[in-house]
């Protein structure tokens, strides 16, 4: 009865290849994210889709294409991974309940690049 | 701009000690406020958060912050520190409808 899961756990792979990471939630929320943190520890949010509509896109490579293909599902796939994409990735959901919304974490995908 | 500013990047106490972790924000308004933790390898857990109500809030395991408007700080604490508080912890302001602004984390490091 996981809140928010992601799947992998851990992901290693060599650099050029193309690779996909899975996050789903069942807390019926209609918010969705990915955030990336650094090997400092530092998170940053990439993107936040809402009802399957992107609504926030930081300054973040366009070799990263989130898809929604509905509420409970964010997926993130990466095109063509460099070295400086290997970092823990983080899925978040919340409602859209205004200002006092909380957003939910997922346990995080380690991305190793070599 | 929001943001937010953790003051110490590293923090160590003794067990039974009290735990004092330090945040001050910077916002163009009323804030919300939130202290999320990250213990080793795992995901992030909400500890609490504040939303312009009570300015002392509680959260779980025992920690508590203080809103401080004219110090624009939002202090974590607990009076007694217990092996498993050993973790990373952020210090969050919200930005917008939905978007967390995290800082940049203290490390706690408990000493038995």
């Known amino acids: 009865d996981t809140a928010v899961s992601q799947t992998p756990k851990y992901l290693v792979t060599q650099m050029g290849n193309d690779k996909s990471i899975k996050c789903e939630q069942n807390l019926g929320h209609d918010t969705m994210y990915w955030y990336k943190q650094d090997s400092k520890k530092f998170l940053k949010i990439m993107f936040s889709?809402?009802?399957?509509?992107?609504?926030i896109n930081e300054t973040v490579p366009n070799r990263f294409s989130p898809k929604s293909p509905d509420k409970a599902h964010l997926n993130l796939h990466i095109n063509s991974l460099e070295l400086g994409d290997s970092a823990v990735y983080f899925c978040a959901s919340s409602e859209m309940s205004g200002k006092t919304d909380t957003q939910y974490f997922g346990p995080g995908t380690r991305l190793t690049v070599l | 701009a929001q943001s937010v500013t953790q003051l110490d990047s590293h923090v160590s106490v003794s067990e039974g000690t009290p735990v004092l972790l330090r945040c001050n924000y910077s916002?163009?308004?009323?804030?919300?406020l939130f202290w999320y933790v990250q213990h080793p390898n795992k995901g992030l857990q909400l500890l609490l958060k504040?939303?312009?109500?009570?300015?002392l809030v509680k959260g779980i395991n025992g920690f508590e912050a203080e809103f401080k408007k004219s110090e624009t700080s939002f202090h974590l604490t607990k009076p007694s520190a217990h092996m498993s508080d050993a973790a990373e912890y952020f210090c969050v302001v919200r930005k917008g409808a939905q978007k967390l602004v995290f800082g940049q984390g203290t490390r706690l490091t408990i000493n038995p």
């Open positions: 889709y809402n009802n399957k509509e992107l609504i």
């Open positions: 916002s163009s308004y009323s804030p919300s």
């Open positions: 504040y939303t312009s109500a009570a300015t």
